[in-house]
């Protein structure tokens, strides 16, 4: 769930970001500060970002920056970030505030905390609410609020 996998330290808000690359190595660094992945871990989403294109943005205002478990993975983590001041990261890609980075340490442990994050981004009212958060705490208890409505439902 996301009270296992998310820290209040690794929320953050900015202003915004100069391009794509920033926004992705803004986005990993509190996991890469805590030892959650490697900097191989980055090194493998910007690759794949070159290959495949932004394969992580999933809807208006969310991105979901992820890798293989394999690409560097020690331990799985959340981290947040939201930018004031929106991103595009391709032509053909909906505008981004949040970034949500995942380690994922294998392909299930994080399927509850998927169910949360899904059930937040499609609550146009519950996405306002997280773009329009003042500070990070904000963002963590609405998250972990979502998350006890889930477990009692």
């Known amino acids: 769930?996301?009270?296992?996998?998310?820290?209040?330290?690794?929320?953050h808000i900015t202003e915004r970001v100069s391009n794509w690359k920033e926004a992705i190595h803004l986005s990993l660094e509190p996991l890469i500060k805590g030892g959650f992945v490697t900097d191989n871990y980055e090194k493998a989403i910007l690759e794949s970002t070159a290959e495949y294109g932004p394969y992580y943005v999933l809807a208006e205002d969310f991105a979901l920056i992820h890798g293989r478990?394999?690409?560097?993975?020690?331990?799985?983590?959340?981290?947040?970030?939201?930018?004031?001041?929106?991103?595009?990261?391709?032509?053909?890609?909906?505008?981004?505030?949040?970034l949500i980075a995942l380690a994922a340490s294998d392909?299930?442990?994080?399927?509850?905390t998927m169910k949360v994050l899904s059930n937040i981004f499609m609550d146009e009212s519950k996405?306002?609410?997280m773009v329009h958060a003042k500070k990070p705490q904000q963002i963590y208890d609405m998250l972990i609020q979502m998350e006890n409505?889930?477990?009692e439902n």
Do not use: W
């Not at 769930?1 to 929320?11: A, G, H, R, T, V």
């Not at 392909?107 to 509850?112: A, L, T, Y």
């Open 1 to 11: 769930m996301i009270s296992d996998m998310l820290k209040p330290e690794n929320i």
């Open 69 to 98: 478990p394999t690409d560097g993975v020690i331990k799985k983590q959340l981290a947040i970030t939201l930018l004031r001041e929106p991103i595009q990261f391709s032509e053909d890609s909906f505008q981004v505030r949040v």
């Open 107 to 112: 392909s299930n442990s994080h399927i509850d």
């Open 149 to 151: 409505e889930i477990r």
């Open 127 to 129: 996405v306002s609410e």
